[in-house]
């Protein structure tokens, strides 16, 4: 009997499932994170969840991981320190980088660009030149190179990016930098952007790339660190890490290329919803992660996550797909403040994290979180046990909020709440920019909410999106590791292809596809995946002639032979379209394509309930009553107890269901429905 374990680290909290392969049953397990070393949490984690199970760590034989120890690395601007290799010519590529200034007109007046990831200092040209149709006019002189490389000897660099000018129509050039590199700096990590990115566009193409060699010592590290303390109950099990895009990655893969796991922690949970969507029946939806620091926000249409071909943290954006997930500094440990200055009540972005953590969970926070105010208007009661055994104490929240209801002058309760409006708009702020702003309207998306506080604040963001059911699963706090656990390796290959439709034909086409996907099959097998359970699907960068935005088009390689160009041609219309309002008679242009190959999907089904025989809730669901403070005034409001729901249950609230790992809220007027996976689905009482 073999165990997959899905895990993911948070800022405040480190979620496990555990999925028994041969029968399906699940064990859960919330832990605290450890920021300065996340191996440590997981392995508590590891742990508990055995323990929980009754089996020995030895039986588990996958390990599916998201980590934010790429974006932590990026935003905390910890990671190495990065010698560049460019032609001549282009030293200061990433100095001059794209002209974008945040925050409009005042930008220019207040914004201090942050410095690059590889320093002028640790920059050195190389003699040489290729043309953009792949052939050389200059030769590389190597002569030169190996004395420009003993600069960046003396600066000591930690890891090295080789890009060159149009390398990804011919690499020749960069492998020679890299055989030279590795003579002169044995044991430095070395990228090359023609096998990192190999498109066009000089400056995506390298600062794509120096991130990747910034984050990778530190992301190998770690990967290999956890991959050791897995390894000493059980030399077979294997360790991959999510990837930016929602697919998986070997743990050797993602050493090499970190970059595709800039969003790997965010991705856990849309796949998640995503695999607890379809099992309820729902393709279309909003996905509401909310955690202990941030809220990740974004849109499923037809059951696929919306993807986007840039990924952005902090200011540095680069080009790799990943799910279009929007991020806000809204969470559970989110501090609420009332600055001098304007008497005005703000929350966040400043989080109390793991350490202390909110002052209701009596670790030596004192400042007041949306936690506390959660604590205070009665959604967290007393009866609640994060992770299990954790105790909330709502005297120590009281106490927290208190200097926040004198400074505006109201009761503490009313301050609660408008700490928790607050966070709410933020969060819907967040969900327009998924929806509304990229052409969808909301109303037409259910709002799928989970993460260790999104059951606490689903309802009321659905409220506000208007957009129904809302959809709690079981497990709402374990749901990135769900998402982590039901995954499937995924790897992709292209190559930039600038052609009008007009001076191109499907038999171009379909042979350079052929080619792109025997290349990300290749890597899929040398993650020991068959053949056999490789599916692979095509993507075409398009644009109107002269135009400077492209958009992405998924289509069937045997649709576009029998069909023609206007397979992938209509489509980008459409898009086109939806989120400019018009389309184009100007010819279009292929820019890139690309090859995506995925394996097989984990077969795992969601367990059904028992159902009731009644349309009410079972009396042994009940825990009894409390006071909650919501719309206004203090209102009286049931307790359950979620494991002993059945199918067919319906909860009317005000109502507060209680579990392991997270607590759901019923506002008033709204009315809660067992389906027979056990999620809930809110909607307004008819």
């Known amino acids: 009997m073999t165990y997959r374990l899905g895990v993911d680290v948070g800022g405040t909290f480190t979620d496990l499932i555990l999925v028994n392969e041969s029968s399906g049953d699940i064990h859960t397990a919330k832990v605290p994170s450890t920021p300065d070393d996340s191996s440590v949490g997981v392995m508590n984690g590891v742990e508990r969840v055995c323990g ?236 509401f992660d909310m955690g202990g620091t941030s809220t990740d926000v974004a849109l499923v249409q037809d059951g696929k996550a919306q993807l986007r071909r840039e990924t952005t943290v902090g200011d540095v954006t680069v080009r790799a797909s990943s799910v279009d997930v929007r991020t806000v500094g809204a969470g559970g440990g989110s501090i609420a403040h009332v600055p001098e200055l304007t008497g005005a009540l703000r929350v966040g972005p400043e989080s109390a994290g793991a350490q202390p953590g909110p002052a209701a969970y009596n670790k030596g926070g004192v400042l007041p979180t949306v936690t506390d105010a959660n604590v205070v208007l009665g959604y967290l009661p007393s009866e609640v046990r994060l992770g299990g055994d954790m105790e909330i104490r709502k005297d120590l929240a009281e106490k927290a909020i208190k200097p926040i209801a004198k400074a505006l002058g109201i009761s503490v309760k009313r301050a609660a709440a408008g700490i928790i409006d607050i966070v709410n708009e933020n969060m819907y702020g967040a969900l327009r920019l998924v929806s509304v702003e990229q052409g969808f309207d909301p109303r037409d998306f259910a709002l799928i909410g989970f993460g260790g506080a999104g059951p606490l604040h689903a309802n009321a963001l659905g409220r506000l999106m208007n957009s129904w059911p809302v959809i709690i699963p079981p497990g709402p706090g374990v749901l990135c590791a769900y998402g982590d656990a039901t995954t499937r390796v995924r790897d992709e290959a292209s190559r930039t292809y600038i052609r009008r439709f007009a001076d191109t034909t499907t038999t171009d086409l379909g042979k350079i596809y052929e080619e792109l996907a025997a290349k990300a099959l290749k890597t899929l097998a040398q993650q020991g995946v068959p053949a056999k359970e490789c599916s692979v699907s095509c993507q075409a960068d398009i644009r109107y002639q002269g135009q400077g935005l492209q958009l992405t088009v998924d289509f069937d390689l045997k649709a576009l032979k029998k069909g023609g160009l206007g397979v992938i041609g209509d489509p980008f219309d459409e898009m086109h379209k939806q989120l400019f309002t018009f389309a184009l008679d100007s010819d279009k242009e292929i820019v890139n394509l690309r090859a995506v190959a995925q394996g097989k999907s984990a077969e795992i089904e969601a367990r059904k309930l028992p159902k009731s025989g009644s349309r009410t809730p079972v009396n042994a669901a009940k825990l009894g009553n409390t006071t909650v403070f919501m719309d206004g005034k203090d209102m009286d409001a049931t307790l359950y107890q979620r494991s002993k729901l059945k199918a067919g249950n319906k909860i009317e609230g005000p109502a507060v269901v209680l579990e392991m790992d997270s607590t759901t809220v019923i506002l008033a007027g709204h009315t809660g429905n067992v389906d027979e996976f056990g999620n809930i689905l809110i909607a307004p009482t008819s």
């Not at 790997?264 to 919803?273: H, I, M, Q, Y």
Request: charged letters at 20%; proline letters at 5%.
């Open 52 to 287: 929980n199970a009754g089996i020995d760590p030895s039986e588990i034989s996958q390990v599916m991981h998201g980590t934010t120890v790429a974006t932590n690395t990026v935003l905390t601007g910890s990671g190495s320190k990065v010698g560049l290799v460019t032609t001549k010519g282009y030293k200061q590529v990433l100095q001059i980088a794209r002209s974008y200034v945040p925050g409009g007109l005042g930008g220019w007046v207040i914004y201090n660009k942050s410095d690059p990831l590889a320093p002028l200092a640790c920059t050195i040209e190389a003699e040489e030149r290729m043309g953009a149709d792949g052939k050389p006019v200059r030769g590389l002189d190597a002569k030169a190179l190996e004395k420009a490389m003993e600069q960046l000897k003396e600066e000591n660099i930690e890891a090295l990016t080789v890009s060159l000018i149009n390398s990804y129509a011919n690499p020749k050039h960069e492998k020679a930098v890299e055989r030279v590199a590795r003579k002169a700096l044995p044991g430095v990590p070395i990228s090359l952007s023609s096998s990192v990115v190999p498109e066009m566009q000089e400056y995506e193409r390298t600062i794509t790339t120096v991130a990747n060699s910034y984050v990778r010592p530190k992301v190998a590290e770690y990967v290999k660190n956890l991959e050791k303390k897995l390894k000493k109950g059980n030399k077979n099990i294997q360790l991959n890490i999510l990837r930016s895009d929602g697919g998986m990655a070997s743990s050797k893969l993602a050493q090499r290329l970190p970059v595709n796991l800039l969003m790997s922690g965010p991705a856990g949970g849309v796949s998640g919803a995503c695999w607890v969507a379809k099992q309820a029946g729902f393709e279309n939806l909003l996905t």
